[in-house]
């Protein structure tokens, strides 16, 4: 049966009225889902030591300090409540649930935890991102469960540029993003590819169409990954290049999701989705249905 990592603790990292990265991303996702049959799974803290492989201990005090003293600003983009701190672990910790349960249990999951963390990088907290939480699932699938290659794909409309950096100098891990550019955050560039090749990048026009998109997924990034041949394949999934995003400028609509997802279990039988962006409830929600029922199929 497949499995959702979530917990309404995720709604308790408290972003502001208007700010797009909000509570209601998850509760309106885990709403959707309630009808299917699916294993809820509840998350773990990720400990400071697990932490430490992808960020220094320095940066995590200071998200530790600032959430203490009543919250804050990471950036412009990226701010603190008082419990975000704990909400922040709890989500990364999440991730860690779900490599255990693909690798142990042979069950695809889908991880919906908030906030997201692609753009966090080694020591700085930015772009709605507090820790990495998919870059940190590799290094657990590679140190903790000793798989010998763990791939990243990161089919947000933005480029995961903390992800990048903190994959791109590790042979046993690869990194495959297609991304509007310019978009933010300006990071992407196709001819980066990684200190042993394992970096892909595909920037793409904004309002590139669906069909345009779907023929870069089967080619370049359906052989590179193939090629790669990872024994687990995490998905840094964004849901914000629809139609009706307010944040880019891209035309998918929720069932390309489903096409992707097809096409991503023919490289390995079990994967590892976990959410990042999309900031329209209605289709956010609606794509999240279409990944996991095809999952469950």
């Avoid at 049966?1 to 917990?7: D, F, G, K, Q, R």
């Avoid at 999934?237 to 009706?244: N, Q």
């Amino acid at each position: 049966m497949v499995a959702i990592v979530y917990s309404e603790k995720f709604l308790l990292h408290e972003t502001g009225r208007h700010h797009p990265e909000r509570p209601a991303r998850v509760s309106a996702c885990a709403e959707a889902l309630r009808g299917l049959p699916l294993d809820w799974l509840a998350p773990r803290l990720a400990s400071l030591e697990e932490l430490a492989w992808i960020h220094p201990r320095s940066y995590l005090s200071q998200v530790e300090h600032l959430a203490q003293k009543g919250g804050g600003m990471l950036d412009a983009d990226t701010p603190l409540s008082p419990a975000s701190y704990e909400v922040a672990r709890f989500s990364a910790g999440a991730w860690l649930v779900g490599v255990d349960q693909v690798v142990d249990h042979k069950t695809s999951t889908f991880v919906l935890a908030r906030p997201p963390g692609h753009h966090a990088r080694p020591d700085q907290g930015m772009g709605f991102c507090i820790f990495g939480n998919a870059a940190l699932a590799a290094y657990y699938a590679i140190k903790v469960k000793k798989l010998n290659r763990v791939a990243v794909l990161d089919w947000d409309v933005h480029h995961g540029n903390g992800t990048q950096e903190m994959l791109e100098n590790q042979p046993q891990m690869a990194y495959c993003s297609l991304h509007q550019l310019p978009c933010y955050p300006g990071t992407g560039f196709a001819q980066e590819e990684g200190l042993y090749k394992n970096i892909l990048n595909i920037p793409l026009a904004a309002g590139t169409s669906r069909p345009a998109y779907r023929q870069v997924f089967s080619q370049p990034v359906i052989p590179f990954l193939a090629e790669f041949a990872p024994d687990l394949l995490i998905i840094s999934a964004g849901f914000d290049a629809t139609r009706a995003d307010p944040l880019a400028q891209m035309l998918l609509e929720p069932e390309d999701y489903a096409y992707f997802t097809q096409q991503c279990l023919a490289i390995t039988p079990q994967l590892l989705i976990g959410l990042e962006g999309g900031y329209d409830l209605d289709a956010l929600s609606q794509s999240v249905v279409q990944v996991v029922q095809t999952l469950i199929l």
